[in-house]
């Protein structure tokens, strides 16, 4: 299986400052159209999770151009600049290039 | 607007069988493959199994497979988890999400196994 791991898996941020998570994996997992399956997920207390980015960099629908996604290979960031109230709770990423998908640990980000 | 609604869960003895289903509407539900996932009180997300839109592929977590099977009724939009031989570890709150890359998730429903 590919072994998905995500650092810090917690992260205390200033409101309006930003906040940077790495998530690295065991093995590369690039398509034979050059497309690299990696997604982040958002999950606030309560609720279920909500896709960010998709595809390593691409953004979901309404997802605030705070949040970005870069990387390749087997070394993955997601960024959130100027971090707000909402962006409360656990950020988990997940690889969808290899069965069984594999998440990571989840980062739990709160504000200071 | 995409909606995805879970049901059947509830309390399952050990060995015991529940059938989780979802309901889905807002998007053309027969073109799109999709999955259950779950999440343990307390823990991170765990994907569980996948169907490929028409049904004729399926993908099993190793820790379910065996005792658990995904299915679809395209003409109702529903998608199904038959769950069997329950264990105290399936203990899960269990989503459906649309797509390959679980673009949309629902609610959840609460599955509990315990004696």
């Known amino acids: ?112 | 607007e995409v909606q995805l609604l879970e049901s059947g869960g509830g309390l399952g003895q050990p060995g015991g069988s529940l059938r989780l289903s979802c309901a889905a509407s807002g998007f053309n539900f027969n073109s799109e493959a999709m999955s259950w996932l779950r999440q343990a009180p307390g823990k991170g997300l765990e994907w569980v199994s996948s169907l490929s839109a028409d049904g004729g592929a399926t993908f099993y977590a190793d820790s379910v497979k065996g005792r658990f099977t995904v299915s679809r009724d395209n003409s109702k939009n529903t998608l199904f988890l038959q769950m069997n031989s329950l264990r105290a570890e399936d203990t899960a709150l269990y989503y459906c999400a649309k797509d390959w890359g679980h673009g949309r998730w629902g609610r959840g429903t609460l599955v509990i196994v315990s004696s």
């Not at chain 1, 917690?10 to 906040?19: F, M, P």
């Not at chain 1, 998570?21 to 159209?33: G, P, W």
């Open chain 1, 1 to 112: 299986d590919v072994v998905v791991t995500q650092s810090p898996l917690s992260l205390s941020v200033t409101l309006g400052q930003s906040a940077s998570i790495s998530c690295r994996s065991s093995q590369s997992f690039v398509d034979s159209n050059g497309d690299t399956y990696l997604s982040w997920f958002h999950q606030r207390p309560g609720q279920s999770p909500r896709r960010l980015i998709y595809e390593v960099s691409k953004r979901d629908s309404g997802v605030p151009d705070r949040f970005s996604g870069s990387g390749s290979g087997t070394d993955f960031t997601l960024k959130i600049s100027r971090v707000e109230a909402e962006d409360v709770g656990v950020y988990s990423c997940m690889q969808y290039g290899h069965w069984p998908r594999t998440f990571g640990q989840g980062t739990k980000v709160e504000i200071k």
